[in-house]
C-alpha cells in the first residue's frame, strides 16, 4: 500500500488550501483516514480525521476552518483548509488505516497503519 499527498504550497494568512491523499495498492477497505501535521521543533499532532461512515473530528485549533472528507475517486480524501494562520504552517501527513487481506479468499483480514510522505504548508503573516 502506498500512500500519496500533495497540495501543500505557500499562502498569506487568510488564504485556502487543499491537502489530498490517496491510497494505492491491495486495499480490502479502509477503516480510518487521518491528517496530522508537525511544525517545526513541535510534536506530530492530529489536525482531522474521518471515519469509514463518514463521521468526523477536528482539533480545536482546526475546528471552524478546516474541513475533511472522502474524495469520488475511491481511497481518496481531502483537507479543505481555509482562513490559515501563520501558525498552520506544519509538515501536513496523512495517515491511514488499512484493511487488507492476509489470506488468497480474503476471508482473513488485519489492519495496518501508513503514513504519507508529508506535504509542506507554509502561511505567511
Known amino acids: 500500500v502506498q500512500l500519496q499527498a500533495s497540495g501543500g504550497g505557500l499562502v498569506q494568512s487568510g488564504g485556502s488550501l487543499r491537502l489530498s491523499c490517496a491510497a494505492s495498492?491491495?486495499?480490502?477497505?479502509?477503516?480510518?483516514m487521518h491528517w496530522y501535521r508537525q511544525a517545526p521543533g513541535k510534536q506530530r499532532e492530529l489536525v482531522a480525521t474521518?471515519?469509514?461512515?463518514?463521521?468526523?473530528n477536528y482539533a480545536d485549533s482546526a475546528k471552524g476552518r478546516f474541513a475533511i472528507s472522502r474524495g469520488t475517486v475511491e481511497n481518496t480524501m481531502y483537507l479543505q483548509m481555509n482562513s490559515l494562520r501563520p501558525e498552520d504552517t506544519a509538515v501536513y501527513y496523512c495517515?491511514?488505516?488499512?484493511?487488507?487481506?492476509?489470506?488468497?479468499?480474503?476471508?482473513?483480514?488485519?489492519?495496518?497503519?501508513?503514513w504519507g510522505q508529508g506535504t509542506q504548508v507554509t502561511v505567511s503573516s
Open positions: 495517515h491511514v488505516e488499512i484493511r487488507e487481506c492476509i489470506s488468497r479468499d480474503c476471508i482473513a483480514r488485519m489492519t495496518n497503519f501508513y
Open positions: 495498492g491491495s486495499i480490502f477497505s479502509i477503516t480510518a
Open positions: 474521518i471515519t469509514s461512515d463518514n463521521t468526523t
